[in-house]
């Protein structure tokens, strides 16, 4: 059974930092892009940003680059994504989730298909 268990969410001052971890199991992580969305209240879902099977390849948004940083560790199975300088507009509901990974394939560009509950992140100004 395939499993994605976000934490870390919270409220925040904006200009404050925040650590989100992904908890995964039931699929061959090592093989998965994995990516972190949000969605604001009213707002579809976004991607925020993505991250290769072995790590060496990240994508963000332009709307966090240089602000948020995600990582994995494939001996523990977890994602995580660094927010620093948050902004009142990072608030939202923000989740992982799980592509597998095609030959040739950008993360960013692929379909999700396994996704987590999600971990409420609120930044206040």
């Known amino acids: 059974q395939v499993q994605l268990v976000e934490s870390g969410g919270g409220s925040v001052q904006a200009g404050g930092s925040l650590r989100l971890s992904c908890a995964t199991s039931g699929y061959t992580y090592g093989s998965y892009c994995m990516a972190w969305f949000r969605q604001a209240p009213g707002k579809e879902r976004e991607r925020v940003a993505t991250?290769?099977?072995?790590?060496?390849?990240?994508y963000y948004d332009d709307a966090v680059k240089g602000r948020f940083a995600i990582s994995r560790d494939n001996a523990k199975n977890t994602l995580s994504l660094h927010m620093n300088s948050l902004k009142p507009e990072d608030t939202g509901t923000y989740y992982c989730a799980a592509a597998r990974h095609e030959y040739g394939a950008w993360c960013h560009r692929l379909t999700y298909e396994y996704w987590g509950q999600g971990t409420q992140v609120t930044v206040s100004s």
């Open positions: 991250i290769s099977p072995g790590g060496g390849a990240t």
